[in-house]
């Protein structure tokens, strides 16, 4: 029986619709001679990522890697229930709370839907994980079944407007993530993670990605080289912006990165 390799994470991780094979998550299972599980997905939020975690604690692979994202997404119902403002307001169990905990309407999340509460355009997913201009500006996109309706973009744009707060947000995602980090390895799981989206490198801060994680994580878990990047290897192997297969690199850029991975593996985990 073959190992098992998983990932999570946006763009940077994924396969490519255009170019299938090509990815370096696909390279490294192949090299490895592992069977593959790709949760990543081109636009994820960091919460949609936090479900990929779950679903990599559910599965227990033998090697995981995980890279959160940038924190300018969100995530929002796949389908609306609006309410009816008509009604009495104010008491102790006010009919709108009744309202927001009513999971028969199931318009969200649910937890024993796992990993189909994200949307991967061919499931019957209950939230929309993507990026905030992707819902502002409502362009097509190719992980859900059409663009959100009149009201739900014009919900975002107000949200933007009057209520977004950026390093709140950044805050609240680098919660999430350190806590779905810290559970898997809580549960003996093999990975690592990369945090150069969610926690950009900066030369004036250079032990940042070590100390956003708990010390009972040891070091080989965290991806701590600045130069050995996602973001790094597209850069030095670019694409044609307007031939971008979807993680934003040549594919020269994917085996460069599948090679650190492999090494890091074998190296300091002794899998291979």
Request: net charge negative; aromatic share 12%; hydrophobic share 35%.
């Amino acid at each position: 029986m073959k190992k098992k390799l998983m990932v999570a994470g946006c763009s940077f991780s994924a396969v490519s619709q255009s170019l299938p094979g090509t990815s370096w998550s696909e390279v490294l299972a192949k090299r490895l001679d592992w069977d593959l599980v790709n949760l990543a997905r081109q636009g994820c939020s960091n919460g949609g990522i936090r479900i990929q975690i779950e679903e990599i604690r559910r599965q227990r692979p033998d090697f995981a890697i995980v890279s959160p994202t940038f924190w300018d997404r969100m995530e929002i119902p796949a389908a609306s229930a609006p309410y009816d403002w008509s009604q009495e307001s104010g008491g102790w169990d006010p009919k709108l709370q009744q309202h927001l905990q009513d999971r028969t309407i199931k318009n969200g999340y649910d937890r024993a839907d796992g990993i189909n509460n994200v949307n991967y355009g061919n499931n019957n997913y209950n939230m929309i994980c993507e990026t905030i201009f992707s819902l502002a500006e409502n362009y097509d996109h190719p992980y859900r079944s059409g663009k959100i309706n009149k009201d739900a973009q014009r919900g975002v744009r107000i949200w933007i407007d009057s209520i977004y707060d950026n390093a709140w947000k950044k805050q609240q995602d680098e919660w999430i993530i350190m806590e779905g980090i810290l559970q898997m390895y809580l549960d003996q799981l093999d990975f690592l993670v990369l945090p150069n989206l969610l926690w950009p490198f900066d030369p004036n801060n250079a032990t940042q990605w070590r100390q956003a994680f708990p010390q009972i994580i040891p070091d080989r878990y965290i991806q701590l080289d600045s130069q050995r990047t996602p973001q790094v290897a597209c850069g030095n192997h670019p694409c044609d912006p307007k031939k971008d297969p979807g993680y934003h690199g040549n594919h020269q850029s994917q085996i460069q990165i599948a090679d650190w991975w492999y090494d890091r593996i074998k190296n300091e985990f002794n899998l291979v």
